[in-house]
């Protein structure tokens, strides 16, 4: 595709519902990142998935966060029991190096409001 | 603990004028810099990246640069217009690390 997409645009849900956003990133890109944008907050690190590696959890803030990439290629960010403070873009990049950091191409973001 | 901080929240200025933001980091030694462009509804959109052993970067109406000593990088937007009018943000990779880390970015609007 021409660039990174994301799905859903916009999802609102209830206190204590799960949701799923998915990411669907460059063809080819081996990097694979979900951040999290709250109002006036810089871009908080999520996870970081590279080809088959294991991923990087470092950034989940909790248990209730989790992440899968399938076939090295789409994503998907689920979010357990969620809470109001989960409300927030979240947004995913996708970048094609093998080893380091490179240029990150970032979809449109999944804004989460949590009632 | 690491720490980012981008001079000020919003910045106003003249059309035409030169915008200069700054990006002041703490506790960090990055290999690199990069700074990203985001309209609001939108991902960031990657500018431009400087390597610790470079002084200057520059595109087009764009300039960057990067001291090490002072721990910061400063954008400029020569001949800025309204269209530039966005949030910026700087983002740093630390060695070893698998992620950017951003600051809160600064919102620029340019005055017509």
């Known amino acids: 595709g021409a660039g990174v997409s994301q799905s859903p645009s916009n999802k609102v849900t209830e206190k204590g519902k799960d949701v799923e956003l998915r990411c669907d990133p460059i063809s080819g890109h081996t990097a694979l990142y979900w951040y999290r944008q709250s109002l006036g907050q810089g871009l908080e690190f999520l996870i970081y998935f590279q080809g088959n590696s294991a991923p990087d959890k470092s950034g989940l803030p909790s248990d209730r966060f989790s992440a899968e990439r399938t076939g090295g290629s789409v994503s998907t960010l689920t979010i357990q029991r969620t809470q109001q403070e989960d409300s927030a873009v979240y947004l995913c990049?996708?970048?094609?190096?093998?080893?380091?950091?490179?240029?990150?191409?970032f979809g449109p973001g999944t804004r989460l409001t949590v009632l | 603990s690491q720490k980012i901080e981008q001079n000020s929240e919003a910045l106003n200025i003249q059309e035409g004028k030169t915008a200069t933001l700054t990006c002041n980091y703490t506790n960090y030694s990055p290999a690199y810099l990069q700074w990203y462009r985001q309209d609001p509804g939108r991902g960031p959109v990657f500018l431009l990246l400087i390597r610790e052993n470079e002084k200057e970067k520059r595109k087009e109406r764009l300039k960057v640069t990067f001291d090490t000593t002072l721990k910061q990088s400063l954008f400029h937007i020569t001949a800025s217009q309204p269209a530039d009018s966005a949030t910026y943000l700087c983002a740093l990779e630390r060695t070893g690390a698998n992620n950017l880390f951003f600051g809160t970015g600064t919102r620029l609007t340019v005055i017509p």
């Open positions: 990049a996708s970048s094609a190096s093998l080893v380091g950091l490179d240029t990150q191409y």
